[in-house]
């Protein structure tokens, strides 16, 4: 059998009929659950790193995932041998890892090789700068491509990773931050087997793994929702640490149903358990027309689907905005503040234990209605838990008393000041956890 390597040369909820889901809804959640499979999977990767494996039977699962996550029809990494000024390309044939070797030319990977720049081609045949480079691999014809270069642990070149013939559409830029963290991942394979697995390189898999967090923040809401009669400010930060702080907005013809989520841990395995909730609330979130339903049902997929360690505070909420009603069930989270017109303030009761704790949990619901003037802050505890060079907390009395001056304020406004006063606290550009924050202000 002869291999041809020229491949690179070249709401429901509020008690009213359930919406028909929109075409929008159907394509956001089908996006937001294809990043949750390439996260997931490049989560599993990691975890094969520090697996007793040889190198052949990484590549190989690793080439394979590839495939599927990125929608390609064939993957190929090549490694450089500076030596004997060779480049080897590894690829599945047949199921099968075949490695092959070639002397160093002018090909497309030893372009990436030389200069370290991605190459993303959507249309082969028709780009002139690789037209008479593209050849076939088998009997499969390469329409497009996308090349990234891979780099060891001294920032040199050590190879490259290729993905070939994206099934739908083109390879975007999604594709390519999912590709370069897979490179990352082939990289520490090679240094762990040529290191004969020392611990210490696998401290580099959080800082390599950053870029699929990137990805999982995606998931958060790109704006806040417009809400007739109300006015509403978002904002979130992650730490210096990779977490899991979630929060977002399901909007409806009469109502809007909020969330906001705080996962236990820190790093990669929290940001994960975040893309798996919102995967999770979006397949529900239209199915289901009470607070405590939704929130129990979560709470079983959560224990179902995750370590026992593992759990999140969990707040749900449906608003109203004809009725001012305002529904909700605190699996454990913060309590809520309600400011109202006069200045007093009152706290929203939890109504169970955080999810994932106990299977099949009966969670409290609870209701209040929203007056004209009345405001409302929903927080994680990286707000009030930020300390200053002193190891003091910011805690819930300071942040008390600047909404409780601030409260005349828009939504906004109040947002601002209040994290001004927090960072002017801590003094600091970093910070121990995630902060979330979510104001709401009947106007």
Same mark, same amino acid.
């Given at each position: ?5 020229s ?8 008690? /009213? ?11 956001n ?21 520090n ?21 390609? *029809? ?29 002397p160093l030319? +002018?090909?497309i ?5 030389? /200069? ?9 045949? +028709?780009? &002139? ?24 642990? +001294?920032?040199k ?14 390879? *975007? ?12 991942l ?27 967090? *990137? ?12 809400? &007739? ?8 930060? %992650?730490?210096?640490f990779?977490?899991? *702080? ?16 705080d ?14 909730l ?15 339903? $939704?929130?129990?049902?979560? +709470?079983n ?28 069930v605190?699996?454990g989270?913060?309590?809520? $503040? ?8 009152s706290k ?83 910070? %121990?956890d ?7 202000k009947?106007?």
């Amino acid at each position: 059998m002869e291999y041809q390597l020229s491949l690179d040369r070249g709401q429901n909820i509020a008690n /009213h009929t359930q919406p028909t889901v929109a075409p929008a809804f159907k394509a956001n959640l089908a996006y937001s659950q294809q990043l949750n499979r390439q996260i997931s999977t490049i989560y599993s990767l990691t975890r094969l790193l520090n697996s007793r494996q040889k190198l052949d039977s990484q590549l190989t699962m690793i080439l394979n995932e590839t495939n599927r996550i990125l929608d390609a *029809d064939f993957s190929v990494f090549y490694l450089l041998n500076d030596r004997r000024k060779e480049i080897w390309p590894h690829f599945l044939w047949e199921g099968k890892l075949m490695q092959l070797r070639q002397p160093l030319g +002018n090909s497309i990977a030893e372009y990436v090789l030389e /200069h370290g720049k991605t190459v993303n081609v959507a249309d082969a045949y +028709n780009d &002139p700068r690789y037209r008479t480079e593209i050849a076939k691999l088998g009997q499969v014809p390469i329409r497009s491509f996308l090349i990234v270069p891979i780099t060891n642990r +001294n920032g040199k070149i050590s190879g490259c990773l290729q993905v070939i013939n994206k099934r739908q559409g083109a390879f *975007d830029q999604k594709d390519t931050q999912c590709l370069m963290v897979v490179a990352d991942l082939i990289a520490l394979a090679i240094q762990g087997n040529l290191m004969n697995g020392k611990a210490d390189e696998c401290r580099r898999l959080e800082s390599e793994i950053s870029r699929a967090v *990137d990805i999982q923040r995606q998931l958060l809401p790109a704006k806040v929702p417009q809400l &007739p009669g109300y006015e509403m400010f978002a904002f979130n930060q %992650p730490s210096t640490f990779v977490g899991g *702080d979630y929060y977002d907005f399901f909007p409806f013809p009469r109502t809007m149903s909020f969330v906001m989520a705080d996962v236990s841990g820190k790093g990669v395995p929290a940001a994960l358990l975040t893309a798996n909730l919102h995967a999770s609330l979006h397949a529900y979130a239209s199915e289901i027309n009470t607070c405590k339903e $939704i929130v129990r049902k979560i +709470n079983n997929h959560f224990y179902l689907y995750t370590a026992s360690d593992m759990f999140a505070t969990f707040f749900w909420a449906n608003l109203n905005h004809q009725t001012h009603r305002f529904k909700y069930v605190n699996a454990g989270h913060i309590p809520p $503040i309600i400011i109202k017109k006069d200045g007093t303030m009152s706290k929203l009761k939890s109504g169970g234990l955080p999810i994932g704790i106990v299977d099949e949990f009966e969670y409290e619901q609870s209701e209040v209605k929203l007056s004209r003037g009345d405001t409302m802050l929903l927080f994680t505890d990286g707000i009030t838990e930020v300390t200053n060079q002193r190891n003091e907390q910011f805690g819930k009395n300071r942040l008390r008393e600047v909404i409780a001056q601030n409260s005349h304020l828009p939504p906004k406004e109040l947002g601002k000041m209040l994290l001004n006063q927090v960072r002017m606290f801590s003094r600091s550009a970093n910070y %121990p956890d995630d902060m979330t924050l979510i104001i709401l202000k009947r106007n």
